[in-house]
């Protein structure tokens, strides 16, 4: 069994930067990823990012890239992303998930309690 515990959200403004932290507890296989989505109400889930346990491959979509940038802890069980020039439109429920490569919404393994991340204008 694996739980995954994310921290590091909250409310800033358009233009400023979080980070969010995610650790996972028990055994991740090497096959696996973590990765990070969002969630607006009335939205589909999104993935943002995922790293490969493997190696330090690493996804990031085209809505964040050049501004969110996923990086691994000193050990392989935790995760960061690190949001940069955040728009209003970043807010949203943030999810670290955990599950075979590619991380996918519907093949994540474990999911994370979710933290808010919110941008005012």
């Known amino acids: 069994q694996v739980q995954l515990v994310e921290s590091g959200g909250g409310l800033v403004q358009a233009g400023g930067s979080l980070r969010l932290s995610c650790e996972a507890s028990?055994?991740?296989?090497?096959?696996?990823?973590m990765a990070w989505f969002r969630q607006v109400p009335g939205r589909e889930r999104e993935l943002l990012s995922y790293?490969?346990?493997?190696?330090?491959?690493?996804y990031h979509a085209d809505s964040v890239k050049g501004r969110f940038t996923i990086s691994r802890g000193a050990t392989k069980n935790t995760v960061f992303l690190q949001m940069d020039s955040l728009r209003p439109e970043d807010s949203a429920v943030y999810y670290c998930?955990?599950?075979?490569?590619?991380?996918?919404?519907?093949?994540?393994?474990?999911w994370g309690q979710g933290t808010q991340v919110t941008v005012s204008s």
């Open positions: 028990g055994r991740l296989l090497s096959s696996w990823g």
């Open positions: 998930a955990a599950g075979p490569a590619p991380v996918t919404s519907n093949g994540a393994r474990y």
């Open positions: 790293i490969r346990q493997s190696s330090d491959v690493r």
